[in-house]
């Protein structure tokens, strides 16, 4: 099994930065790709951002190029989230995942580990 533990939600205005982390343990060797995803209320979970455990794939969601990075520590077995400049309309609960497929991919359906979700709030 493995485990995800997601942080660095929090409270921020407009045009503000956040890093969320997310830290796996347990069976990490399983681990090729891992993600970030997110849910406003009302509204269905999107892929935010997506990365290779080995590197060199990943994916962002149209909305936040430019102003998100996704990125990992391979000793910390660690992903993190840098996001940039942001809006209003991101807020909402972001989600890390993981599954073990090197492919990187924005369905939800296609990771089977989560970590239990970090508020991010931004205002205007």
């Known amino acids: 099994q493995v485990q995800l533990v997601g942080s660095g939600g929090g409270l921020v205005q407009a045009g503000g930065s956040l890093r969320l982390s997310c830290a796996a343990s347990g069976r990490t060797f399983g681990i090729y790709s891992m993600g970030w995803f997110r849910q406003a209320p009302g509204k269905e979970r999107e892929a935010v951002a997506a990365?290779?455990?080995?590197?060199?794939?990943?994916y962002y969601h149209d909305s936040v190029k430019g102003r998100v990075c996704i990125s990992r520590d391979d000793v910390k077995n660690t992903v993190y989230l840098q996001m940039n400049s942001l809006k209003s309309e991101d807020t909402a609960v972001y989600f890390c995942?993981?599954?073990?497929?090197?492919?990187?991919?924005?369905?939800?359906?296609?990771?089977?580990?989560w970590g239990q979700g970090t508020q991010v709030t931004v205002s205007s």
């Open positions: 990365i290779r455990w080995s590197g060199g794939m990943t």
């Open positions: 995942a993981a599954r073990g497929t090197a492919w990187v991919s924005r369905d939800a359906y296609d990771y089977g580990y």
